[in-house]
Nanobody
Framework: QVQVVESGGGLVQPGGSLRLSCTASERTAGRYAMGWFRRATGKERELLGA????????VYADSVNGRFTISRDFGKNTAYLQMNSLRPEDTAVYLC????????????????????WGQGTQVTVST
């Protein structure tokens, strides 16, 4: 069984920064590509970006490109979402998803249905 856990959410003022973490764990060793999503109240889930197992392939949604950065610890199933210049419209539950991969550089396409999801962490951008 694979567990995906996000952390690092909270309340931040507009213009501030926040760094989210995501860890995918299981009993046996595996390589996971990971994706970051968010779901704002009353809106559909939105893909923010994804990162391959090796971290050499990363893609971002246009809405966050230039403000958000995805990274990961090399050789580990831990990924990060660095969020800068946060805006009130960034308020949402942020979710991480993972998929077991065979290729180190493979990047899930935007429409990919991830099999493993975390519960999410709330990010609120407000004064």
């Amino acid at each position: 069984q694979v567990q995906v856990v996000e952390s690092g959410g909270g309340l931040v003022q507009p213009g501030g920064s926040l760094r989210l973490s995501c860890t995918a764990s299981e009993r046996t060793a595996g390589r996971y590509a990971m994706g970051w999503f968010r779901r704002a109240t009353g809106k559909e889930r939105e893909l923010l970006g994804a990162i391959s197992w090796e971290g050499n392939s990363i893609v971002y949604a246009d809405s966050v490109n230039g403000r958000f950065t995805i990274s990961r610890d090399f050789g580990k199933n831990t990924a990060y979402l660095q969020m800068n210049s946060l805006r009130p419209e960034d308020t949402a539950v942020y979710l991480c998803a993972a998929v077991l991969v065979a290729g180190s550089s493979w990047l899930p396409p935007p429409e990919f249905e991830y099999p493993y999801w975390g519960q999410g962490t709330q990010v609120t951008v407000s004064t």
